[in-house]
């Protein structure tokens, strides 16, 4: 298997409140729900960066879809890092999320590892990292 990511999906409760916050308050470019003609197929999918897109799905979808049962959900299972170019930035980053309705578990602080980050969840649960790495270049 090649090393290659194309596709992150976020199972959400509500799809439109989901989008809304991904789009309104994070400022991420989707075209909206699309599949609404198939039961279980509504989704909305979000250009991330080139090769690379963010799917929000309803988790009953993933459930039928996968045969999996539907579960609780538990934030410290899977989370979602964005590393950005400083401190300012994972500042900013984390007031936006917080003014779009993220709930910020942990204030960004300076880290152990000789960084600077912060944690935040959707309105779904989901646990995103905001990261500036002293060894990292992010390219813009």
Do not use: C
Request: hydrophobic residues 45%; without cysteine.
């Amino acid at each position: 298997m090649k090393p290659r990511i194309t596709l992150i999906t976020l199972g959400v409760g509500d799809l439109q409140r989901a989008v809304r916050f991904y789009r309104d308050g994070l400022g991420l470019k989707t075209e909206g729900i699309v599949g609404t003609d198939f039961e279980y197929g509504a989704v909305a999918f979000f250009d991330l960066q080139a090769g690379l897109k963010l799917a929000l799905w309803p988790r009953k979808s993933i459930a039928r879809d996968s045969g999996i049962a539907l579960g609780s959900p538990n934030a410290t299972d899977f989370t979602i890092g964005h590393n950005v170019s400083s401190k300012v930035e994972v500042d900013a980053v984390m007031e936006q999320a917080k003014r779009a309705g993220a709930v910020v578990v942990k204030p960004a602080h300076d880290t152990f590892w000789g960084g600077y980050a912060g944690y935040f969840q959707d309105l779904d649960g989901h646990l995103w990292e905001v990261a500036w790495n002293p060894q990292w270049v992010v390219q813009e």
